[in-house]
């Protein structure tokens, strides 16, 4: 980062920065009803924010390196000390505006990149055949949110539950900056409540997890060898028609390195399902990878920034309580029919103000 060419732009940034405190601590009728316009004023405030509070501390080494050379200049009983000092001071000015550069360009990369498709992977966790209930359910819900967003989605693959609703479903959704509203939901969904099946009435908790990864994600950072793939066909089973257990047309992708494996049953051609599979298991790939970078990072630091990491609990919702509740950010939402109908919008805006 050029030091002169900051502190020249130092000044846009300070103009613009008390334009938007102004708008923020007014919150004029026009941009509270407005949820989109003040998320991005609101992103941007902490962005320049940021910068400001970078450019005070480099004001501040720049005063402490001119006393440090003034010392040096007058005391020759401190030269040693003084050197060292001077030295710690530089490393911590190159520290400085290394985070102000990383900064500069995170905030033009996010400008730049608008991820308008992304693979969801809904899967059943704990809770055996309320779980698959479960994920039909919520299939449902973001069905009807994608509704809302004018989202299209394609289904990729459904694994049918042994006696109702689905022990995996995975979709292609495309939307413009749908990764920006979906990218929370990402982590373990809990639910509370009393299934079908119990004759006594007993609460109970069963769990499921989602997955949202963008296409630009796996797409560019995953390669795919197709000699380390292992082609399997089948015959599709469920519901989809005539080719039902008739033909193979169904595809099973194994990858030979890792183990992972990725199924698509979807479509009438194997031609189809292949393209589909190979999509899921590109974003398989890339999901372990993501995962096993984690599990280090974890390992050196105890308290890791929220990430969407999946055995994280992120939102539990309790049908007793008609009350659906994010543990991220402790927010409660006591309409869980309205929620469970694709009406998330509350929700979501409360996690992208609170994005940290």
Same mark, same amino acid.
């Given at each position: ?6 502190? *020249? ?18 919150? =004029? ?6 949820? *989109? ?86 899967? &059943? ?5 309320? &779980? ?10 973001? =069905? ?9 989605? +394609? ?51 069963? &769990? ?14 995953? *390669?795919?060898?197709?000699? +380390? ?28 390195? =890792? ?47 929220? =990430?969407?990491?999946?055995?994280? *609990? ?11 509740? +994010? ?9 869980? +029919? ?19």
């Amino acid at each position: 980062m050029n030091e002169i060419f900051f502190s *020249k732009k130092i000044k846009i940034f300070k103009k613009k920065f008390n334009s938007l405190s102004k708008l923020i601590i007014i919150s =004029t009728p026009e941009i509270i009803k407005n949820y *989109k316009k003040y998320i991005l004023i609101y992103k941007e405030y902490k962005f320049l924010y940021k910068i400001i509070n970078y450019y005070n501390n480099l004001k501040k080494n720049k005063t402490n390196i001119k006393e440090i050379e003034n010392l040096l200049k007058k005391d020759s009983e401190l030269l040693e000390l003084a050197f060292l000092e001077k030295k710690n001071l530089f490393l911590e000015k190159k520290n400085i505006l290394n985070k102000i550069e990383n900064l500069l360009n995170l905030n033009l990369n996010l400008k730049k990149k608008n991820y308008n498709k992304i693979l969801m992977e809904l899967r &059943a966790g704990t809770g055996g055949d309320e &779980a698959c209930i479960f994920v039909e359910d919520i299939f449902r819900m973001y =069905t009807l949110y994608f509704k809302e967003l004018g989202c299209k989605y +394609d289904i990729l693959n459904m694994q049918q539950g042994s006696i109702k609703g689905y022990k995996e479903i995975i979709l292609e959704i495309e939307g413009k900056n749908v990764y920006d509203k979906l990218k929370f939901e990402s982590g373990v969904h809990r639910v509370q409540r009393i299934p079908y099946t119990e004759s006594q009435g007993r609460l109970h908790t069963s &769990a499921i997890t989602v997955a949202v990864i963008p296409e630009n994600y796996y797409k560019n950072n995953i *390669k795919i060898v197709l000699s +380390d793939i292992k082609r399997e066909t089948f015959k599709a089973s469920g519901a989809g028609g005539q080719h039902v257990n008739k033909t193979e047309s169904a595809i099973r992708l194994t990858h030979i390195p =890792t183990g992972i494996v990725a199924e698509c049953q979807e479509e009438r051609s194997q031609h189809k399902n292949y393209e589909k599979a190979i999509k899921v298991l590109r974003a398989r790939i890339y999901n372990s990878e993501f995962k096993k970078k984690n599990e280090l990072l974890s390992k050196k630091r105890k308290s890791l920034i929220s =990430t969407g990491e999946r055995s994280e *609990k992120i939102r539990t919702y309790n049908y007793p309580q008609g009350r659906v509740t +994010d543990h991220r950010i402790n927010k409660s939402i006591y309409y869980l +029919d309205h929620f469970m109908n694709g009406k998330l919008n509350e929700m979501i805006t409360a996690l992208q103000i609170l994005e940290k």
